[in-house]
């Protein structure tokens, strides 16, 4: 199966400060990427879809101002969480496409202080 | 948007036991797969099967998609197939999946 590394697992930040998180397939391409978050005991929910190339696209009710995601290339997109809240603490994965499979990567779990 | 609905929520078996989830969705679609998601939260790829049976060791899979379900089968369960399972579909060509609230499974020694 195919590799998708997410960078940093894990993550504490104060409130107030950004962070980035790193979504890389390390052994195919892929021209589109998606984030997900997931809270404790729930489901996941996309956040976005992230495009090599070009502008992510957001779902409904997610700040794209909050959520800058950048796809800079093939095998890279990053996700920065910009002045962090308390309530953007969560759990975040992301993915990508293998063919028609989607392949998740590790997660980073993300606590602002 | 498509719905998806996974029973039971929760499952409580023990060692040897066998199980089925169920996952329902709501319009076709032409990706769905399973995943088994860990204690450090890494979702493990089970099962791509928009149709068809597929099986892998202890663990199948059945899709009807005329019939809009799938039903993920446990046989001879053991503890470290304690965890959540997810069920989550896609349609059209965006990529995007869709993902049903999971069924936690204990599997008691």
């Known amino acids: 199966g195919a590799v998708v590394s997410q960078h940093p697992s894990w993550v504490i930040c104060k409130s107030g400060t950004s962070v980035k998180i790193e979504c890389r397939s390390l052994d195919f391409q892929a021209t589109t990427m998606f984030w997900y978050r997931q809270f404790p005991k729930q489901s996941l929910m996309l956040m976005a879809t992230s495009n090599e190339g070009s502008k992510a696209t957001y779902e409904q009710g997610v700040e794209k101002d909050k959520f800058l995601i950048n796809h800079a290339s093939l095998t890279l997109s990053t996700l920065t969480v910009t002045s962090a809240h308390p309530e953007d603490s969560s759990f975040y994965i992301c993915?990508?496409?293998?063919?028609?499979?989607?392949?998740f990567g590790q997660g980073t779990r993300l606590t602002v202080v | 948007g498509i719905q998806v609905e996974q029973s039971p929520p929760d499952l409580i078996l023990q060692e040897g036991a066998n199980s089925t989830l169920r996952c329902n969705f709501s319009d076709s679609v032409n990706n769905l797969q399973w995943f088994h998601q860990n204690p450090w939260g890494q979702l493990i790829n089970l099962f791509y099967i928009p149709s068809g049976t597929k099986q892998n060791g202890r663990l199948s899979a059945t899709t009807v998609a005329t019939e809009r379900y799938s039903l993920l089968y446990i046989s001879s369960s053991q503890t470290t197939d304690s965890g959540v399972y997810f069920c989550a579909v896609g349609s059209g060509n965006t990529g995007k999946l869709i993902f049903g609230q999971g069924t936690t499974l204990q599997v008691k020694p």
């Open positions: 993915s990508a496409h293998l063919h028609t499979e989607a392949f």
